[in-house]
Nanobody, 115 residues
Framework: QVQFVESGGGLVQPGGSLRLSCTASGFTFSAYHMAWYRQIPGKERDLVASITALGTVTGYADAVKGRFTISRDNAKSRVYLEMNSVKPEDTAVYYC????????WGQGTQVTVSS
């Protein structure tokens, strides 16, 4: 079945950097647009960044534009989120999924930005 395993989260100071990884399985990874989402307890899950199937086009939420970079490795069925100049408001659980035709959500990876 469709599965996603996110990793790379942790505690980081404001202004620091972090790289998240997501390994997908159970479907033809290279055929799907992928995305990163984040969720704060009690709030809806928000789209953070997206990338087309071949990695040629990316998109970002205004809150992270210029600071985060999404990329993918279709040979490894992985999608990445490079987070730079992080802010306390970036604190959330981060998830990856297909941008359309979403599968079951993984456990996510917690990112905490705090001094």
């Amino acid at each position: 079945q469709v599965q996603f395993v996110e990793s790379g989260g942790g505690l980081v100071q404001p202004g620091g950097s972090l790289r998240l990884s997501c390994t997908a399985s159970g479907f033809t990874f290279s055929a799907y647009h992928m995305a990163w989402y984040r969720q704060i307890p009690g709030k809806e899950r928000d789209l953070v960044a997206s990338i087309t199937a071949l990695g040629t086009v990316t998109g970002y939420a205004d809150a992270v534009k210029g600071r985060f970079t999404i990329s993918r490795d279709n040979a490894k069925s992985r999608v990445y989120l490079e987070m730079n100049s992080v802010k306390p408001e970036d604190t959330a659980v981060y998830y990856c999924n297909r941008q359309y035709f979403a599968g079951s959500w993984g456990q996510g990876t917690q990112v905490t930005v705090s001094s």
